[in-house]
């Protein structure tokens, strides 16, 4: 079995997968992103600043891959993903009972992610097409979720936009 509980169904490492530790993201706290395999994928650096929420994504050699920053003074709630290849911002969307949220990313299509966020249940999508799922329903270990990422999707980005929908659904 793999992390994942289900076997090896990779189908030739096409689809990447992480383990995510839940809701243990206060500020001040680090965390490592593990792969499918157990080993140390990226690393989550909690800022400990007095006016917002900061977090730094490091790749496993310890490279700066993103800045995740709330942004403080907005109508709804919303946080900035700071990256070489080009900024994401990440805000709730109003509809429903359910979670909605739009990830606007510079130079490309925008995403939605809708689900029960908290719940940690909760697809990542572009055009209408899944490109990442999120859920709890992999693991057995206790405060930890998955996410799946699609072939050709941006890791950092996909992991980036867990690590806000993560310390929004706390605010």
């Known amino acids: 079995m793999g992390l994942f509980g289900r076997g090896d169904d990779n189908d ?3 689809v990447r997968r992480f ?3 839940e809701k243990m993201m206060s500020i001040g706290d680090d965390y490592w992103i593990e792969d499918e395999s157990g080993h140390r994928a990226y690393k989550v650096d909690g800022k400990a600043l007095h006016f917002r929420d ?14 995740i920053q709330e942004k403080k003074l907005t109508l709804r709630d919303k946080m900035v993903i700071e990256r070489p290849s080009g900024n994401a911002t990440v805000q709730k969307k109003l509809i429903g009972i359910r979670d909605h949220f739009k990830i606007e990313v510079d130079g490309k299509p925008d995403l939605e992610a809708h689900g029960k966020v908290l719940d940690h249940e909760y697809k990542i999508e572009r055009d209408g097409n899944t490109i990442a799922k999120v859920s709890k329903k992999w693991f057995r270990v206790r405060e930890s979720y998955g996410i799946e990422i699609e072939p050709g999707e941006d890791v950092s980005l996909l992991l980036a936009i867990s690590v806000c929908l993560d310390a929004m659904s706390l605010g």
């Open 19 to 21: 383990q995510m530790r």
């Open 12 to 14: 030739g490492g096409s």
């Open 54 to 67: 900061t977090f730094i994504l490091e790749d496993a050699s310890g490279q700066q891959v993103a800045k």
